[in-house]
Structures are given as structure tokens and as C-alpha cells.
């Protein structure tokens, strides 16, 4: 446990500190060097051997939901199946199952609330089958309502809002995806994503700049088998290509795959990949590849 002055020994007696309860103590003088009188744990405990189940913090609040996850919902019973059937007949069964479907309905009051619920469906999907963290999606549901608020959905999918949506947070946050990889996860077409994407960057003012290739050299370089040596090498030739404004109206994704063929080819001890391999990584075409590599070549 480290201490208030950021050491990991007792400052008195330089004895080992150990964490008990909610205090911090030396274990060999007893000095109390710090104290949190917070809880930090769940609000509810549980006992097996209680008659009743205290739990009642429920889920936690997101914006991934139209409501943040505040309605109720009508469960299936605690227990297992056969537990739960032998307890109400198949009437009660029936009646419960009626008025839990007709519950599910009213949780949705307007036509706007249904589109928020399809549209953070979808966000949910393509966050998912792009593997982005759950703030992302977070993000992306938050971008989805306002851009909804300032009614930019008129003529306009709500599928290529959700793949915006998405787009346009990986570009906030420095973690950039291509156009083709959310269009190949998403409903929505490449025009519909980059009708809904310009929408969303003139009317909200969205705080996106140009992409960075080097946010593409880590995921490249794991896809195409390369040794971390071969990506730092790239990132070299990335740094020099960036400081010397070489790649001004470049793909950013093609230069940094061309950045990545080029550190690969420098030694023979290093695996070597085609300008083909390193197209079809980027999705962009071997000419891209070969112009890049060209510029390294000459500077």
C-alpha cells in the first residue's frame, strides 16, 4: 500500500503499511497513516441463509438507453424455471406474460423515443462488433440524441446516424476508424454514414481535426503479423513524414500501412509483407501504398 507521501514504507519506523478496514497501519509501530471512512463497496449485502433479498440499488444509469435505464421492468422469477412454474398456475402465467408485454409497449410514448430506442440498438451493435469500450457508446448515444434534438433526421436514415455517430466519437477520441470498417459492421451504406456525418459536423460543431495515421499503426501491425520493433520503426518514419508536411491530402490509413511495409522490407531478419497485404489491411488501393513508399524513399 503506498502512502500518503507516495511511499511504500511506514514513515516513522520504516515498517511495512497494510490496508485494514478503512485505515491504513504500520504493521510494526501501529501508526495510522491514513484513514477513508467511505464505503466504497455495493450498497446491499446478501446471506444465503436470509429469508429475504435485500438488493435494491438495480442497474446503473447510462445513456445508452432512452429512459438511462430509470423504468421498471417486469421480471421471469427468481429461481429456476421449474421452481417458478410450480408456484403460479398457467393462467397467472399467461396473465403475467399479457401485462409484461403490455408494459414493454408503454415504456415507449412517442415516435421519437422509438427512434431513440432503434438508434441506440444499432449504436450498441456496431460498438459491440467493433469492439469499442463502453464510454464510446456512451458518447455516441449522447451525439445520436442531440443530433435528434436539433432535427437533423428529416431525409435522412436512422441507421446512418447511429454509424455517424460512432464515426464521429472515434474521431474525438483519437481512436480512428475508417469508414469502410463501421460500414461493414453498421446497416448503413457509405453515403448514408458520410450524408449523416457532415450533418452532425456542421450543425454541432463537433471538435474533430485531421486524423492521426498513427492511431492506425497498432491495429495494422497486428493484423498483418508484425513485430513491435517493425512498428516503432514505422512510427519513425510516420514522425519524419508528419514533422516535414509529406502527407498533406493522404489517406491517413494508407500512409500509415505504407509506413508499416516500408519499416518491414528495411531488415531480412524482419517478415516481409507485399504492398497488396498492406492495401487490403487499409482498404485502399497498391498504388496508395506505392506513392507513400516512394516519398519515404526520396526525402
Aim: hydrophobic residues 30%; charged residues 30%.
Amino acid at each position: 500500500m503506498v502512502g500518503m507521501d507516495g511511499n511504500c514504507v511506514c514513515p516513522e519506523c520504516d515498517g511495512r503499511l497494510r490496508t485494514s478496514g478503512t485505515e491504513t497501519i504500520c504493521e510494526d509501530c501501529g501508526l495510522v497513516l491514513a484513514e477513508d471512512a467511505i464505503d466504497r463497496g455495493p450498497e446491499w449485502r446478501s446471506f444465503d441463509d436470509d429469508e429475504t433479498d435485500p438488493r435494491r440499488t438495480g442497474a446503473p444509469l447510462t445513456r445508452s438507453r432512452h429512459d438511462r435505464g430509470l423504468s421498471t421492468e417486469i421480471g421471469y422469477g427468481s429461481g429456476t424455471p421449474s421452481e417458478y412454474r410450480s408456484r403460479i398456475t398457467g393462467r397467472k402465467r399467461r396473465q403475467i406474460a399479457r401485462l409484461r408485454r403490455e408494459h414493454n409497449r408503454a415504456r415507449i410514448s412517442s415516435k421519437a423515443e422509438r427512434n431513440q430506442v432503434y438508434g441506440f440498438t444499432e449504436i450498441r451493435r456496431i460498438n459491440t462488433g467493433l469492439s469499442l469500450p463502453d464510454s464510446a457508446r456512451e458518447q455516441a448515444c449522447t451525439l445520436f440524441k442531440s443530433a435528434q434534438s436539433e432535427g437533423l433526421f428529416q431525409g435522412r436514415s436512422l441507421e446512418g446516424f447511429a454509424a455517424a455517430a460512432i464515426y464521429a466519437t472515434c474521431r474525438t477520441r483519437s481512436n480512428p476508424r475508417t469508414i469502410d470498417e463501421i460500414t461493414t459492421v453498421a446497416r448503413a451504406d457509405r453515403h448514408e454514414l458520410t450524408a449523416a456525418y457532415d450533418a452532425l459536423n456542421r450543425e454541432l460543431g463537433l471538435p474533430t481535426g485531421p486524423i492521426d495515421p498513427t492511431g492506425y499503426l497498432p491495429r495494422y501491425a497486428s493484423k498483418l503479423g508484425l513485430e513491435t520493433a517493425i512498428e516503432r520503426r514505422a512510427r519513425e518514419h510516420l514522425t519524419v513524414l508528419l514533422q516535414e508536411g509529406l502527407i498533406s491530402g493522404r489517406n491517413p490509413s494508407g500512409v500509415a500501412a505504407a509506413c508499416l511495409y516500408e519499416a518491414a522490407n528495411e531488415r531480412e531478419e524482419w517478415p516481409t509483407i507485399t504492398q497488396a497485404d498492406a492495401a487490403d489491411v487499409a482498404d485502399v488501393a497498391p498504388v496508395t501504398i506505392r506513392s507513400t513508399v516512394t516519398t519515404i524513399r526520396e526525402r
